[in-house]
């Protein structure tokens, strides 16, 4: 049995509950009647950036021995600046390269997944710019560490052009420019069971 550990934040922490995109993925694995092959666990708690996974990784995911691990991290290293707790691009490219490095020592297949959005605006949201800085980041790694990459930004800004032509600022994948709604957990749902390939 292969087990799949979702590693993240308050994202991460809500894709369990009913209509998250960890639940609407485990709905498809039970679709394909494959729930004696995969397990699906998460590990997201509130708040957390990048040092935060760094420094729980024992505890949360090398303790619960899993084949596969998603992580899914950026969006409060770069919505926290605003109060001036974030993280800079410099420390999250070293802390995000040693998670890297800790998992495949280990021989954990790892899913990096790019930060998707905060505020839906179509190119005007005043953090759209750090967005496309960690994604860059996120993108390099997964080529220099071979690992599977979700394009979750990429993704969400194909989504805004097609189906925010209101420019609202939240509603659209999101509850307040961040946190997923139904649709954003389909979607998120949608692009990781593409690279899973479950």
């Known amino acids: 049995m292969k087990r799949i550990l979702f590693f993240g934040d308050s994202i991460t922490k809500a894709g369990v509950l009913k209509g998250g995109y960890i639940d609407l993925i485990r709905q498809a694995v039970y679709n394909k009647n494959k729930q004696k092959d995969f397990e699906l666990t998460s590990a997201g708690i509130d708040g957390n950036k990048v040092y935060d996974l760094y420094l729980r990784m024992d505890a949360d995911v090398l303790n619960k021995n899993p084949s ?10 770069i919505w926290h600046k605003t109060s001036g707790t974030g993280t800079d691009i410099e420390k999250y490219e070293v802390f995000y390269r040693a998670i890297i490095k800790k998992l495949q020592e280990k021989n954990i297949n790892l899913i990096l997944c790019t930060a998707s959005v905060i505020g839906e605006k179509q190119k005007a949201n005043p953090q759209d710019a750090d967005l496309e800085a960690y994604s860059a980041i996120i993108r390099k790694l997964a080529v220099e560490y071979n690992c599977l990459l979700v394009d979750l930004r990429a993704a969400f ?9 209101g420019h609202k600022e939240l509603g659209i994948l999101t509850t307040d420019g961040v946190h997923l709604n139904d649709r954003g957990n389909q979607l998120v749902a949608e692009e990781m069971l593409k690279v899973l390939s479950l």
Do not use: A, P
């Open 68 to 77: 596969i691990v998603v992580v899914y991290i950026g969006i409060n290293d």
């Open 157 to 165: 800004m194909n989504y805004e052009i097609q189906h925010n032509t």
